[in-house]
């Protein structure tokens, strides 16, 4: 195995034991961890979401989630993200010629305006002027977000 393939599949096992580690805290029986997931169209329904209804937002990921991890469906398919949105308590009406049309567009700006900020993985977090990759920064993240307060994590 070439260092490229054998890179990616360490990323692969990585992400997938990050999944079985946390999926108990989240009371969540993961479907099939070996899949391809294709998440563009999910993203498209969360910017519908943000400008419809910026309250909607965490319900929304939590629904795109579980029809994806719980239940095994295809989040690539448009009728599983409009039934997200519409448990989300948002309509869906129009939303098919967004998704085809200024979604995506907006979405491919999105993120080329975040990579030209550095942002190239996730959980990529922008904090002012630092950044920070991965949930181990979340005590630094949350000790900057309140003020500096208490001890330093670090």
């Known amino acids: 195995m070439n260092?490229?393939?054998?890179?990616?599949?360490?990323?692969?096992?990585?992400?997938q034991q990050n999944l079985i580690r946390?999926?108990?805290?989240?009371?969540?029986?993961?479907?099939?961890?070996?899949?391809?997931?294709?998440?563009?169209?999910?993203?498209?329904?969360?910017l519908w979401c943000l400008q419809k209804s910026q309250s909607c937002t965490e319900q929304y990921i939590g629904n795109v989630f579980i029809a994806c991890w719980q239940r095994g469906e295809d989040i690539a398919e448009p009728q599983v993200i409009r039934q997200a949105i519409k448990?989300?308590?948002v309509s869906?009406?129009?939303f098919t010629a967004y998704s085809n049309g200024a979604g995506p567009d907006?979405?491919?700006?999105?993120?080329?305006?975040?990579?030209?900020?550095?942002?190239?993985?996730?959980?990529?977090?922008?904090?002012?002027?630092d950044s920070f990759l991965g949930r181990q920064h979340l005590p630094m993240i949350?000790?900057?977000l309140c003020d500096r307060q208490g001890p330093k994590p670090i």
Do not use: C
């Open 87 to 89: 448990l989300a308590g």
């Open 92 to 94: 869906t009406d129009k």
């Open 3 to 15: 260092r490229g393939a054998q890179h990616r599949q360490m990323r692969f096992d990585y992400r």
């Open 106 to 129: 907006k979405l491919n700006n999105l993120r080329k305006n975040l990579e030209q900020q550095g942002v190239f993985d996730t959980p990529f977090y922008l904090l002012q002027a």
């Open 22 to 46: 946390y999926s108990p805290n989240s009371d969540l029986t993961l479907a099939s961890l070996n899949r391809n997931i294709n998440s563009q169209l999910a993203a498209v329904g969360l």
């Open 142 to 144: 949350r000790w900057l």
